[in-house]
């Protein structure tokens, strides 16, 4: 397959790609043979192609997970056995060419361009077409209908409510083509070899390509990826090079902690960061990392101890042997590179390799040599996952992660940060039953002999492996647990630390009881104290996939003032869980956090709806530096379901036509009585990794920086006379807020309104409120000015001109400092001066400029005229007492000043005039030269190139 689809690809690339080395990573489970090798940065779950069996055996469509914007990375291609050994060709097309599709989506972030579920459209030409690209693709539209063991096959007829074909019709194409696109329609042709381009693609198709790319080619979005500016296209007509194949097989997981205990560990009242260390490292060696593993520790400050070489994780004493030796004095200064030599040597000095071997390094502090050791590092082939501690954490952390290929997180202010953090660093096997789950990560402040009651939900695809912790800051609390049939647990039949750390904990015995624990918390101490508590899990059993959250955001860098966007992805095995409630918690440096709740609704940054994953844009930035991310996901009283039909699947090709004979493929396998089944409630805690952001103001408001986002779900229909819409509200700021107002306009052809929106006609909406950004809004209308008859075909599309009168509007009252000299001048394809320079002395003085912002837009595009009618706007007019005087200045800045006048006119008598450049050049009213017309003005023009 991988071979086929290298030949394929560099066709269609024009020679740029071809796949080169091929690892493959088989399953810890499988017997060693000799020609497997050791992974180094591989792992499962960082892998582009994962083969595995279905969830629930339903279903063997390749399918891409895929949820970012156009043009972004998607995350893996799926490929279950049973698609690999069984031929299906017909219905899918050669394995090679499916990958390549597959491909296209996971690495340059380009979209399907079929859509099942809107399998026609209604053309420009008022014909009804199959949603393909390229129109080029030629073939049939028919119905096959069996009854009764007979089957007919007939031409398709028009539903009178849409003006569409019926909803059994099929399009079948024709086995021969002289159509060479588009890989993304139907790789199976034999003709297909290529993307569509700008000059072939279909951009009125209902498809996903079109709705996220903005009706762009795949083949554009392709040539802007990094991918494409890097490859010059091969010489020659010669092939590519076969691929090279490597079988990789992992042993026993291998992991050194690298611990930070230099003197600014000792900061903290009253629990020093180094308790809170040494609390979230023993959580991690007792709770998260998985049984058989090798574990060893190294604590460093100005120079390295090895505390232990790697020890195999089988039992509590093993476990006891690391936590012991944490670190309980803190002193000296920082010497990043010297840990990590240490977790080098204790790593093979246990007879292992460093290569595929993983460490987590913590530290609070900066180290001015730690780029010394990146070559060492790189050489070692070791994963490095880091812990960046507080604000002053060094900046290179993050480097030595992306690097290596680990994890970066940020612990701030919350207590509970270096808990979420170790908990992220989890199992890359992809044996989903070895991996530590949180079910609860609080932090509860509980004044001087209070009391806090609360639950924690233990749903049924969990229970093995239970730990619930508790830590504290002053005096231990007492504590009552109790589970869902009634059995209770208190202070004392929880563990205390043996080093003094300020945490308990109890483990359930066996599988703990599925259902709501509930829980009290006493504080004994006269004073308040903040408490925590951490609930941790595993799955039931090797044979149930547990319900999974995962998060991240859009990108590790943001510079402002781009948005960026929360991911959390809610799944049981490889299905999407639908109606959870996601809140996403993100902190700032400073401890500034702002709370958001994720979405799937299909609408604002969220690519897909009901895919499973959750999203929202993050504009609320504060301050420069690194941030972190913490994702609550939860079902109560049962109101998730399990989305059966996964997205984003594989093309399956009904049938084709070859020789005027249709030949029908199998019917693709349904989902049995229903697509969706239900989900138990749930709790899930994540912790994606952190981001790093520049160029932000301090202040947390930038309203005026981001316009609403954009209406993606727009759907119309008819009512009688009436076209009724519905679509999703964004909002004032990208989808958070309330929008001003909307504009709508409609047409008859669709590219009537991408090309001349504002000519297109108007549709009335005075009585249309906006909603809250993410609510369903419903408007109907009669198209009394625009006779549709009976042709169901019309477009409709939001308008700019708000986004752009709503910036300006926010730019002039939030950015624009008083005193300032404000004007206005819009153009289209000439320019009017709406304002002249106006100072800005109180909030008075806004609306005389922006009550001439725009409210029709027409006409050409004359930038330059715009700018010619921009430099006239240093326009006075004074009202001078009798015998009186006025000073004033006026800027000449570095970029003008060639060809400049300076104009006076008057009323009644000729005034006197005095004018000084920069360097003390004065002119007086003899200089000016008096008008020919007796019009009462007077002009100098300033010689060569004013000052």
Partial sequence: MVTQASTYLFEASKGRFYFRNVSILVPMTWKSKSEYLTPKQESYDKADVIVAEPYLKYGDDPYTLQYGQCGDRGQYIHFTPNFLLTDNLPMYGPRGRVFVHEWAHLRWGVFDEYNTDRPFYMSGKNTVEATRCSTGISGRNVVHDCQGGSCITRQCRRDSKTGLHEPKC????????????????????????????????????????????????????????????K??????????????FSLLKSKQRVVCLVLDKSGSMDAGNPVTRLTKMNQAAELYLIQIIEKESLVGMVTFDSSATIQNNLIR???????????????????????????LRGGFKAITSSNQRTSGSEIVLLTDGEDGQIGSCFEEVRHSGAIIHTIALGPDADRELKTLSTMTGGLHFYAGKDINGLIDAFSGISSRSGDISQQALQLESKALNITGKGLVKGTVLVDSTVGNDTFFVVTWMTQKPEITLQNPKGKKYTTSDFQDDKLNIRSIRLRIPGIAETGTWTYSLSNENARSQLLTLTVTTRARSPTVSPVMATAHMSHNTAQYPSPMIVYARVSQG?????????????????????????????????????????????????????????????????TTKLNLKQPNKSLYVPGYIENDQIILNPPRPEVPEATEASVKDFNRLTSGESFTVSGAPTGGDHA????????????????????????????????????????????????????????????????????????????????????????RNFFLQGDRLIRMNQAAELYLTQIVEQKSRV????????????????????????????????????????????????????????????KGLVKG??????????????????????????????????????????????????RLQIPGIAE
């Fill in 170 to 229: 099929t399009f079948i194409p024709n086995k021969s083509q002289a159509a060479r696109d588009s890989i993304m329609f139907m790789q199976s042709l034999d003709s297909v070899v290529e993307f569509c381009t700008e000059k072939t693609h279909n951009t009125e198709a209902p498809n996903l390509q079109n709705k996220i790319c903005n009706r762009r080619s795949t083949w554009d979005v392709i040539k802007e990826s990094a991918d494409f500016q």
């Fill in 231 to 244: 490859a010059s296209p091969m010489t020659g007509r010669e092939a590519p090079p076969p691929p090279t």
């Fill in 313 to 339: 994780m089988v039992n509590e004493s093993s476990h006891l042997e690391i936590s012991t030796k944490l670190p309980q004095k803190a002193d000296g200064g920082t010497s990043i590179c010297r840990g």
């Fill in 574 to 638: 490889f299905l999407p869980v639908l109606g959870a409630s996601v809140t996403a918690v993100i902190e700032a440096e400073d401890g500034h956090r702002v709370t958001l709740e994720l979405w799937d609704n299909g609408a604002g940054a969220d690519t897909l709806k009901n895919d499973g994953i959750y999203s929202r844009y993050f504009t609320e930035y504060h301050g420069n530096g690194r941030y972190s991310l913490k994702v609550n996901a939860q079902s109560r009283k049962n």
């Fill in 704 to 791: 005026h920086v981001f316009p609403p986002s954009k209406v993606t779900d727009l759907e119309a229909e008819f009512k009688g006379d009436y076209i009724h819409l519905t679509w999703t509200a964004p909002g004032k700021v990208l989808d958070k807020g309330r929008a001003h107002r909307y504009v709508i306009r409609m047409s008859r052809h669709s590219q009537d309104l991408q090309e001349d929106f504002h000519n297109a006609t108007l549709v009335n909406t005075s009585s249309l409120v906006p909603k809250e950004a993410g609510s369903k809004e419903n408007f109907e209308f009669k198209p009394e000015t625009l006779k549709i008859e009976n042709e």
């Fill in 823 to 882: 004007g206005l001048v819009t153009f289209d394809s000439t320019a009017i001066i709406q304002n002249y320079l106006t100072e800005i002395t109180n909030s008075n003085d806004y609306p005389r400029i922006t009550a001439n912002l725009p409210q029709q837009a027409s006409g050409g595009t004359s930038i330059c005229r715009g700018l010619e009618a921009g430099f006239q706007l240093e326009s006075k007019a004074f009202n001078i007492t009798g």
């Fill in 889 to 938: 200045t006026v800027l000449v800045d570095s970029t003008v000043g060639n060809d400049t006048f300076f104009v006076v006119t008057w009323m009644t008598k000729k005034p006197k005039i005095t004018l000084q450049d920069p360097k003390g050049k004065k002119y007086t009213i003899s200089d000016f030269k008096d008008d020919e017309l007796n019009i009462r003005s007077v």
